[in-house]
C-alpha cells in the first residue's frame, strides 16, 4: 500500500483537487484507491455528493475510542464513489472539534496510521486530504504518509507560506521520526502573468531538488468539474490540466518507487 499525503497550511493551493485528479487516474488504471478527507470542511467529501453537515458516518468515527482503532471500524466508514475503483472516507464538519477533544489523549496522533494498517490488503494507494491548519489531523496524515505533495500556488505570497510549512514539517519529522520525502508542485500556472512566470522560477532556484519539473495550469474545466462531482480525469483526458496531473503521476509513481517494484515482482 502507497500512502501520499497531500497537503499545505495555505487554502485554495489545489489540494483537493489534486487528491480527486491523482486519485482518478489512479483509479482509471485499475489501482484500488481510497481517498481519506482529513479537512472539516470536507471538500473532497461534497465533491463526490456527500454531505459532511449531515453524513452519519465518518473520518471522526476514528476518534472516538479513547486513541484505538477498533477492528473492522475502518472498513464499515468507507463508502463507494461514482468513479470505479475509488473508495472515500468522507469527513464530517463534527472534526473541526477534535483539536480541542484530544488534547492528552495517548495515540491521538496515529489513528489514521492505525486504521489504515487494517485496510493494508484492500487497497493499492491511499491520499490524504488534508486541511491548512496544522493541528491533530495533519499530524496523522504526516504520521501515516510515505510520501508528501506539497501543492503550491504560483503566486508570491505562497511561496512565503511554503517555507513556513516546511519548516514545520522538518519538525514534525524530527518529533515522529517518520523520514516522509517530498514533492513541491506548482499550481494554477498562468503562463501568461508575471506573476505565475516568476514565482516559478523563484521556486526553481531555491528548491531545486524537491520541486516537480512541470506545473499544474489554470484549467477551468477543474471549477466545473468539482461542483458537478466528477473526477476531473473522467471529463476530459485531452484537457491540458488533465495532461499535467497524468505526467505528475506518473512522476510520482517513478520517485516513490511503485514501477520499481512491480518490474522486481
Ligand atoms: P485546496 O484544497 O487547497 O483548498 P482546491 O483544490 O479546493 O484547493 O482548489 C481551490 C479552488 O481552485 C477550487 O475552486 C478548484 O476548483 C480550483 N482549482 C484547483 N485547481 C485548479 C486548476 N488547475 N485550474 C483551475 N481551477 C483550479
Ligand atoms: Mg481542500
Known amino acids: 500500500m502507497r500512502i501520499w499525503a497531500v ?12 487528491v480527486v485528479a491523482l486519485g482518478g487516474l489512479l483509479a482509471e488504471s485499475g489501482k484500488r484507491v481510497l481517498v481519506v478527507d482529513l479537512d472539516p470542511h470536507g471538500s473532497l467529501t461534497s465533491w463526490f455528493g456527500y454531505d459532511p453537515d449531515t453524513i452519519a458516518h465518518s473520518v471522526y468515527d476514528l ?8 477492528d473492522g471500524l475502518p472498513a464499515q466508514l468507507i463508502t463507494e464513489t461514482s468513479c470505479p475503483g475509488l473508495s472515500l472516507l468522507p469527513a464530517s464538519t463534527a472534526l473541526a472539534t477534535l483539536e480541542r477533544r484530544m488534547v492528552g489523549v ?41 510520501h508528501l505533495v506539497i501543492p503550491v500556488q504560483t503566486e508570491f505570497l505562497a511561496i512565503k507560506g511554503l517555507e513556513r510549512m516546511l519548516h514545520t514539517l522538518t519538525m514534525i519529522m524530527r518529533s515522529q521520526k517518520n523520514q516522509l520525502s517530498y514533492t513541491i508542485v506548482p499550481t494554477l500556472f498562468d503562463r501568461r502573468t508575471q506573476a505565475s512566470v516568476k514565482s516559478l522560477n523563484q ?19 477543474f471549477r466545473d468539474a468539482s461542483q458537478a462531482g466528477v473526477t476531473p480525469s473522467a471529463l476530459d483526458a485531452g ?27
Open 239 to 265: 484537457t491540458h490540466g488533465v495532461r499535467a496531473y497524468v505526467r505528475l503521476l506518473s512522476d510520482l509513481q517513478e520517485m516513490t518507487g511503485t514501477v520499481a517494484e512491480r518490474r522486481h515482482a
Open 106 to 146: 495517548e495515540g491521538m496522533g496515529l489513528i489514521i496510521s492505525r486504521a489504515l494498517a487494517q485496510l493494508w490488503d484492500d487497497f493499492d494507494y491511499v491520499l490524504l486530504d488534508n486541511t491548512p491548519s496544522l493541528g491533530v489531523l495533519m499530524v496523522n496524515a504526516l504520521a501515516a504518509a510515505q
Open 203 to 221: 521556486l526553481r532556484k531555491t528548491h531545486t531538488d524537491t520541486l516537480w519539473r512541470f506545473a499544474i495550469p489554470v484549467d477551468t474545466k
Open 7 to 18: 497537503a499545505n497550511q495555505k487554502g485554495g493551493v489545489g489540494k483537493t483537487t489534486s
Open 63 to 70: 476518534f472516538q475510542h479513547q486513541g484505538k482503532v477498533p
